[in-house]
Every structure is written in C-alpha cells, then in structure tokens.
Antibody
Framework: HVQLLESGPGLVRPSETLSLTCNISGGYINSHYWTWIRQPAGKGLEWIGRFYVTGVHNYNPSLKSRVSMSVDTSKFQFSLKLSSVTAADTALYFC???????????????WGQGAPVTVSS | DVLMTQSPSSLSASVGDRVTITCRASRNINSFLNWYQQMPGKAPKLLIYATSNLQSGVPSRFSASGSGTDFALIISSLQPEDFATYYCQQSYTLPPTFGQGTKVEIK
C-alpha cells in the first residue's frame, strides 16, 4: 500500500524559498510521475508540476520560473522548491503519485495528507 | 489552459437522494476526465478516472459519464459519508486543471 507523507517548514518568509519533501513508502519510486499540487485555504486545487526519476519533468507555466523538483531514489523522497514566495503561495501542499490506465489516461492515484505552508514575515 | 467549470458550486441534499454534478471543459478533452472527493482537511480521493471507470474500492453508487466537453458525476443514493466537495480534473493536456469544486451539504 503506497503511502506519501509531506514534510517541511510551515512558515516561510516572503522572497525566500519554500522547500518541501515527500516521503514515499510502499511503492516503487523508479516508476510513475511524482506530482505536487496545492490548495489555498477554502479554494480549489492547482497543479504545480511533476517529475519522473529519469529527470523528465513538467511544470505549470504559471510557476515554471520559480519551481524545481527532484527525486532521491536512495531516500525514497520527492522534493519541491518554490523560490521568491509571496503571500499568494500560502496553501496546503500535497504530493501525489500519478497513475496511468491504458497508456494514455493519467490521474492522481495516491495523495499525501498535505503540508500547510504560510508565507509571512 | 483548459478551463473546467463545475455546476452547481454547492448543493443541499438528503440521504437517499440522487445527486448529479456536471463539469464542462473549455475545449474538447475526449474522455480524459477524472473525479475526486475531498473531505474537509483531507487530501482528495480518486473516485473515477477516464470519464467512467470506478477506482478500486469506490462504492457502485458512484457513476459518471460524458465525452468531449460535457461530463457528469452521479451519486445514485446519497449516503452520510458522501457529504464532501467533489472536483473534476482534465488530463487531456498539460497543465492538468481542476474544476472549482462542488460542495455537497446536508439538507
């Protein structure tokens, strides 16, 4: 059974870099796209980007200039860095594993519980 | 980006009611549509993928249909544990985008 658990500072100063880690257990890290999604309080879901262990990645164009992701297979961890944060980046950040069906259909199959991040001085 | 619009934004219903939530895409997304359920303070849970495929473990009272730009999620007989917010999500093109959510509340 795949389990994901996000961790990282809950408070980040404006203009600094937000760093989160997703610990993966119960599944293969060497397959599947690993994804970050965020949700401001009381609002909808926004896809941040995804990363494959080979280095293939896709980021949301709205965040692309500030986002980087990586996978550490030895530690079974998936990481997110978001630079130059502002109050607009305050949200609950989820890591998720992307599933696939019939080779074409992608969906977010497993989710972490979410890590709350507040951007404030 | 593909804009996903759900309706209604919220609804009140009673246990046993049949509930329909619709989702419209701003362009043709074929059958690349997924549905999620989110309880307050929890992560979304995948209910249905590729328009109409029930995720393992999801009760059969949930069903969905559609193609192209118009989709629907149906709960045939609402149960107490179904009161939640539901999101549609397109996976036709990057970036994946979500609807704004439909909150199902107790009448």
């Amino acid at each position: 059974h795949v389990q994901l658990l996000e961790s990282g500072p809950g408070l980040v100063r404006p203009s600094e870099t937000l760093s989160l880690t997703c610990n993966i257990s119960g599944g293969y890290i060497n397959s599947h796209y690993w994804t970050w999604i965020r949700q401001p309080a009381g609002k909808g879901l926004e896809w941040i980007g995804r990363f494959y262990v080979t280095g293939v990645h896709n980021y949301n164009p709205s965040l692309k200039s500030r986002v980087s992701m990586s996978v550490d297979t030895s530690k079974f961890q998936f990481s997110l860095k978001l630079s130059s944060v502002t109050a607009a980046d305050t949200a609950l950040y989820f890591c998720a594993r992307e599933g696939e069906a019939d080779g074409d259909f992608h969906f977010f199959e497993y989710w972490g519980q979410g890590a709350p991040v507040t951007v404030s001085s | 980006d593909v804009l996903m619009t759900q309706s209604p934004s919220s609804l009140s219903a009673s246990v046993g009611d049949r509930v329909t939530i619709t989702c419209r895409a701003s362009r043709n997304i074929n059958s690349f549509l997924n549905w999620y359920q989110q309880m307050p303070g929890k992560a979304p849970k995948l209910l249905i993928y590729a328009t109409s495929n029930l995720q393992s473990g999801v009760p059969s009272r949930f069903s969905a249909s559609g193609s192209g730009t118009d989709f629907a999620l149906i709960i045939s007989s609402l149960q107490p544990e179904d009161f939640a917010t539901y999101y549609c999500q397109q996976s036709y093109t990057l970036p994946p985008t979500f609807g704004q959510g439909t909150k199902v509340e107790i009448k």
